[in-house]
């Protein structure tokens, strides 16, 4: 069954301090996604990696960091996390020019 | 720039009829895709169905289809027999590249 896994699903976290939200998938597809979404956004692209130590910063990168060290498994990580960072986080993986099948999203509280 | 409008903020329809979303977009390519997405009350993104340009007939799986108007620039989503399940949040977006782009969204309420 194609699955795309986040870690945590809720997360509640103080102002400077470091998050690290994870992300898998069984379906070894090489291009995975970072989004945030927040009311009245929509998604919004933070980082693209379209395949192991391949990372390239999507629309709004500023304040967050990834790491692909193998295939299926992709992680975010907000270094010293500000309150602006509370949102949902929602990973997504595809093949080069497939559909995007998506995690089910982490909601990150930064107080 | 590539750009895709979902006009309609909000519908709501009565159980077991049919609806249809609008999506319009706007592209230099000549070959793109283009999606529909779910998410639901409990924030999961679903993909519904795609519709690749160069195909001329309509996609449809289950009780989704598409009206691809390419002329127009127009992907519409029809659902039939609506069910309260449906009841969501619908997104409508276009490939660029690696990236998608997305509407705003429209929310959808299935009444009893």
């Known amino acids: 069954d194609m699955k795309v896994t986040q870690m945590p699903r809720y997360l509640i976290k103080r102002m400077g301090e470091n998050v690290l939200l994870e992300c898998g998938q069984d379906m070894s597809h090489e291009t995975m996604y970072w989004y945030r979404q927040d009311p009245g956004l929509g998604l919004q692209l933070i980082y693209i990696s379209y395949d192991v130590d391949s990372n390239s910063e999507g629309d709004i990168p500023k304040g967050y960091r990834v790491s692909r060290k193998k295939r299926e498994h992709f992680s975010l990580i907000l270094d010293s996390a500000k309150t602006n960072q509370t949102s949902v986080y929602f990973c997504?993986?595809?093949?080069?020019?497939?559909?995007?099948?998506f995690g089910s999203g982490t909601r990150l509280t930064v107080l | 720039a590539q750009k895709v409008t979902q006009t309609q903020t909000s519908i709501s329809v009565m159980e077991k009829t049919t609806v249809t979303m609008d999506c319009v977009y706007e592209?230099?390519?000549?070959?793109?895709?283009l999606f529909w997405y779910k998410q639901t009350a409990s924030g999961e993104i679903v993909f519904l169905i795609r519709q690749d340009s160069y195909k001329k007939e309509n996609a449809t799986v289950g009780h989704y289809s598409l009206n691809f108007q390419k002329p127009k620039s127009s992907i519409g989503l029809i659902i039939t027999a609506t069910q309260i399940e449906d009841s969501a949040v619908y997104f409508c977006?276009?490939?660029?590249?690696?990236?998608?782009?997305w509407g705003s969204g429209t929310k959808l309420i299935i009444k009893p």
């Open positions: 592209t230099q390519d000549s070959s793109y895709f």
């Open positions: 977006a276009m490939r660029e590249n690696y990236q998608l782009i």
């Open positions: 997504a993986s595809s093949t080069s020019a497939e559909t995007l099948y």
